[in-house]
């Protein structure tokens, strides 16, 4: 701001104007604007890089609340059991080099952003706990508290939202690859990764999974730590909860956890998008002639690994023969010269019925699967004898590295035609498509998309289809985007939505389970579609909308945040300056509070003039 100031005051100047105040007058003056909002600035550890870090938390989190009440020109207050609540979302997210708190008020005008805490560290479950510790017992009283809105006491109603990730640290659940993956219920991620066709709808009698609950979270947790130093190891015996849940849902209720709506479009739609570039690149290998050859690729790929593996297997033998001391003569049911598995898995010799341990005689478990095993006594080879067995050891590790390395040549020569297939035809009219439509894939991390970039996908996935040639999978493709696009327009709606609209997004979720799976039964069922067929129709019923919980705005706060990091990025002292960077977002975040008057009539467009201190339109008279 104070930048964009010397400017304006050196572009009036030049004019001959003098009438701005002198650049101290307007610090202070910046300075007077966040009264209110007063912050504590501290150092403390960040578990993640083993350093200190800055953190900028603000003292009075209640305050805060009422200061952003009072700037705010009008709130829609939801009325819940016949009673008007303010609906108050928190949450979190990492955004450049700090990750940040911050809370919306749900249906206030104009929207804004208020950031509570900063800290110059990633976003880890511990550096989250610190970050919550000053401000978590108001956090956990802010439900139920009363706030005063046009002279009126209003009840407030916590929510939380943010990111997959972010949700997981808040109540302690492992992660996208737990065994059990879902924040509200208990669906094995096995079930999620081989649907193999089977509808995924609440609707099918076979897919009905127990809800889990806020004392189930904790019982778990506390079973977990009892009984495990290990906890993450352990995981899957305890639902999949790893940590203390850091901030417990209102009333204990689960649906108090928004499902992330944005970071829902951002996952399924680069998904499907990967599956309309897989059948694109598809059909330019069998243009190219290189449809057997891609099948020689995989049959290749499959005895380059079991090579590795069957010579791993053999190295692990002859490492344990080396070491000597640690070998034993076979003993019991193992009859190999030196035993030294502890396992229960054998298998029996097919000529002299001899039983051994698989990793005493080196086998791979592909070889487990074969109909006959011969052992080395069978196979003329000495094994009273040592030397006899490593020297057989040795001979045989020599010919697979040798087969290895003969796939491995085959395997390169492969790859350099599908290398020159790169940027095929086809492909490359996909890749011009998207820029045609204004989305540059390259640009963004793992290449995935923004969500304005999604948004126009989606809008335009005609055209993208286009480049294929079968009809069958096109029109598959494009019914794909179809109703996503459908189910995804009424999530995002910024409104409460009708019953009937309810009704129908409960009916388009729940049949896409049964569609999806079954016009792709090889594709597997990420966490986010999970979420979108089962739990968004949840939420959507009770609260009558996910649009107005969204947690698109506070991810747009990353953008000004790196912006006043690069403008401060001189000053030494990590805590001032963190503090400027919070002082300058929480100025930007007034701005959004400000009302804004119009300076044209949107009927007309005539100039609007002041009658009785009220802007009207001299034409309309409104």
Partial sequence: PMYRFRQLRAFLEGKGISILASEKKMRAEMHKRCEGKEVEVSLIDDQDKNRKAALVTVKDLFSHINASIQKCTDINLRNVNGTPELHVKFGGDKGGSSTKLVYELVGANPPSVNVVSMLEASDTTENLKNILDPILGQLQSLHGHKFTINDTEVSCRLFIYGDYEFLCHILGHQGASASFPCHYCLVPLAELQKCNGKPHSPTDPECKYKSRTVSSYKKN?????????????????????????????PDNDLLHVVPPALHILLGLTLKFFNILLTNVKEEDTVDNGLSASLDQKDDIMLKIEQTQEKIEALEYVQSKLKSRSRGKTGKGSCSAPKCFSYDDTYITCSLCDQVFHTKCVGLSSAELNESKFTCMSCSNVDVSSLQEIEAALCAEIAHLTDLSGTYQNIMKDLQEKFDALEHSSKEEKLLEILHEIGVDRQAYHSNSFVGNHCLKILQNANKLTEVLDDDSERSRINELFSRFHEIYVLI???????????????????????????????????IKLHMLI?????????????????????????????????????????????????????????????????????????????????????????
């Fill in 221 to 249: 947790y506390e079973a977990n730590l009892k009984e495990n130093e290990d906890l993450r190891k352990s995981g899957r015996f305890y639902q999949s909860i790893v940590s203390e849940m850091l901030i417990t849902p």
């Fill in 492 to 526: 995002s709606a910024k409104r409460v939505l009708t019953s009937d609209e309810i009704d129908h997004l409960k009916s388009l979720c729940h049949k896409f389970g049964t569609w999806f799976p079954e016009n792709f039964p090889s594709a597997t069922i990420p």
């Fill in 534 to 622: 089962y739990h968004v129709p949840e939420f959507v019923s009770k609260w009558g909308s996910l649009g107005l919980f969204s947690e698109q705005m506070a991810e747009s706060i990353h953008a000004q945040s790196n912006r006043f990091h690069r403008t401060f990025a001189s000053i030494r002292s990590r805590p001032r300056q963190l503090h400027l960077v919070y002082t300058h977002l929480t100025l930007e975040s007034g701005k959004g509070c400000q009302k804004v008057v119009p300076r044209k009539c949107k009927t007309c467009k005539s100039f609007l003039k002041t009658i009785n201190n009220v802007k009207r339109c001299p034409k309309c008279e409104v």
